[in-house]
Nanobody, 128 residues
Framework: VQLQASGGGLVQPGGSLRLTCLASGLTFSNYAVGWFRQAPGKEREFVAAVSKSGGGIYYDDSVEGRFTLSRDNFKNTVYLEMTALKPEDTAVYYC??????????????????????WGQGTLVTVSS
């Protein structure tokens, strides 16, 4: 199983970036996907998650209204569109996959310990 996070970079405050998480080696439609981030000197924190069906999406309050999460199960890909970026959004962003049983089409987890597989992370730096 492999999760490849990409799309990070340096952006000015107020700018936008789109992160991509490409999954392989798993039946992608059986997994909820979450994004987490870790800033220097801080613990990893939840950003957003989407259920395996795409019907359930949840955002942390700190990104609600600025970030948009979507998934394409045909392409085994999840996208995190980030707008109105702030310096406090600077962090390494990780995507993770959580296996969800058949009955949990809209289930998603907020706790990083619930996730089974992790990508390598992509650095987002918001600075002028």
């Amino acid at each position: 199983v492999q999760l490849q996070a990409s799309g990070g970079g340096l952006v000015q405050p107020g700018g936008s970036l789109r992160l991509t998480c490409l999954a392989s080696g798993l039946t992608f439609s059986n997994y909820a996907v979450g994004w987490f981030r870790q800033a220097p000197g801080k613990e990893r924190e939840f950003v957003a998650a989407v259920s395996k069906s795409g019907g359930g999406i949840y955002y942390d309050d700190s990104v609600e209204g600025r970030f948009t999460l979507s998934r394409d199960n045909f392409k085994n890909t999840v996208y995190l569109e980030m707008t109105a970026l702030k310096p406090e959004d600077t962090a390494v962003y990780y995507c993770a996959a959580d296996y969800v049983p058949t009955s949990g089409s809209n289930y998603l987890a907020l706790d990083s310990h619930d996730y089974d597989y992790w990508g390598q992370g992509t650095l987002v730096t918001v600075s002028s």
